[in-house]
């Protein structure tokens, strides 16, 4: 028993002496469980996602409308745009033929417009539409949800306002007494309350009349009486012909995830042409330092553009994913995404001392990006910090080109944005690991 003690001692001693293995084994997981609370809002006092970019048209004089905008405004889970920048670089309040444009860039994924014929005096009801680009299968559904809680919950006032205004419409202004009557017994008898207070509601100028979303026989989901007197436009503005969508909208990350472990391992293999002797006799030819490792990123490039082919062409395949009709845009990406991996995983490489740290570094920094970036759920619904980090990760922007080639249709010049963000990482980041390898032990 003695020696069997003695010798778990000697490998405990040896475990602590690797750095590596005691920060995969303590360190590595403590961290990551942080930042995976951050992202999912564990313990955060405001539950619920925070700041979703909303695009708000007003396009009507009423002040009901006003006060729906306000309701959106106050909900915490929306962050309203009203305004754009104008030709001549000032703020201009927005319009609805500006959203396709901005949406498809990105800007915003979500707008509410409120027409000019919100109710039009001739017709019980009222008139809204809604523009989505549902890049991502969670964000949408909960936007959605909470833009109808929202609607819904402004919608009573606006249907009365609707009703009054038809009715004078109607009925003409002389006979209003008769109708306000009429009207609160339908209130009553459609969603509860006391029909002679919500008449005296009525006459006081309260357009409710009583009628809010907690009282009896009302649904703050929109209930079915809701549903029948507001009329939705639903106008989707990218990704309307894709096929099999759920799918396009995830590969991209499951992409980049795989390269990214892929490629930094691939990188981790100097550390075993330096422990075998093949740098000392490759540089002891007519190579320098510089064109070996020029030599390894276009190998990372092809493999990585390799794998990330292959991967799209696994999701065409199986899920029906159209590869084939983007395939020149989508070779591109696939370069771009290939070179910016090969460089981070050339980066870790340069800045540890062996390759177990190389791993460490690669385990932990890739669940880091993949987390913060997007890879495994929306960004939008992260708290805003996190979504400010996220876009410094090359999983961020590559999983943003591959949406806007697959699901977007996007031309040359609406994918060069990102591909020169892409570009700029990839070119810092190859610097950095140049200059840290020149002055490193890999090769000697």
């Known amino acids: 028993m003695r020696t069997i003690l003695i010798l778990v001692r000697k490998d405990f001693t040896l475990f602590f002496r690797n750095k590596a293995a005691v920060s995969l084994t ?10 995976f609370g951050q992202v999912f809002g564990v313990n955060r006092k405001d539950s619920g996602p925070n700041g979703i970019p909303l695009a708000v048209v007003n396009a009507s004089a009423d002040p009901g409308a006003g006060k729906l905008v306000a309701a959106l405004q106050g909900e915490k889970t929306f962050k309203v745009v009203t305004k754009t920048v104008a030709d001549d670089k000032s703020e201009r309040p927005l319009r609805e ?12 994924r979500f707008a509410l417009v409120i027409p000019d014929d919100l109710f039009n005096g001739k017709s019980i009801g009222l008139h809204l539409k809604i523009y989505t680009n549902p890049r991502n299968e969670i964000e949408t559904q909960t936007v959605n949800g909470i833009l109808q809680k929202t609607i819904f919950s402004s919608a009573p006032q606006l249907v009365v306002q609707s ?26 008898k459609s969603f509860g309350g006391d029909p002679a207070q919500i008449l005296k509601s009525i006459e006081s100028g ?4 009583g009628l809010s979303t907690g009282g009896a026989g ?7 009486l809701m549903s029948r007197l507001i009329r939705v436009e639903s106008i989707q503005v990218a990704g309307k012909d894709v096929k099999s969508p759920a799918a396009t909208r995830i590969v991209g990350g499951w992409a980049m995830q795989f390269l990214l472990f892929a490629l930094s391992a691939a990188a981790s293999a100097l550390f075993y042409e330096r422990d075998q002797g093949i740098f000392y006799r490759i540089l002891a030819g ?20 390799l794998q990330l082919i292959t991967l799209f062409l696994a999701g065409r395949l199986l899920y029906g994913i159209d590869v084939e009709h983007h395939i020149g845009f989508l ?11 090969t460089a981070f995983g050339m980066l870790l490489a340069a800045v540890s001392p062996s390759p177990e ?3 460490g570094l690669a385990t932990f920094v890739i669940l880091l990006m993949c987390a913060v970036g997007g890879a495994w759920f929306p960004v939008t619904l992260m708290p805003e910090f996190i979504q400010q980090i996220s876009k410094v990760t090359l999983v961020y922007w590559a999983m943003e080109a591959f949406s806007q080639v697959l699901w977007a249709n996007a031309t040359f010049l609406e994918l060069l944005p990102t591909l020169g963000i892409l570009g700029g990482m990839t070119a810092l980041v190859m610097t950095i690991a140049v200059w840290r390898f020149n002055r490193g032990k890999i090769f000697g």
Do not use: H, Y
């Not at 070996?292 to 553009?305: A, T």
């Open 331 to 341: 070779l591109l990406v696939c370069a771009f995404a290939a070179a910016a991996c």
């Open 286 to 305: 007519p190579v320098s330092r510089a064109q070996i490792l020029w030599s390894k990123f276009v190998f990372g490039i092809l493999i990585g553009m």
């Open 357 to 359: 740290a190389a791993t």
């Open 218 to 224: 009302s649904d703050p989901a929109g209930g079915s």
């Open 206 to 209: 309260d357009f409710t009349g």
């Open 97 to 108: 033929a500006d959203l396709p444009a901005l949406m498809r860039a990105n800007k915003f």
């Open 26 to 35: 303590f360190i590595v997981p403590f961290v990551l469980i942080w930042v």
């Open 163 to 188: 009703l009054m205004a038809t009715g004078r419409e109607v009925i003409g202004a002389n006979n209003m007494t008769g109708f306000n009557k009429s009207m609160a017994d339908n209130i009553a």
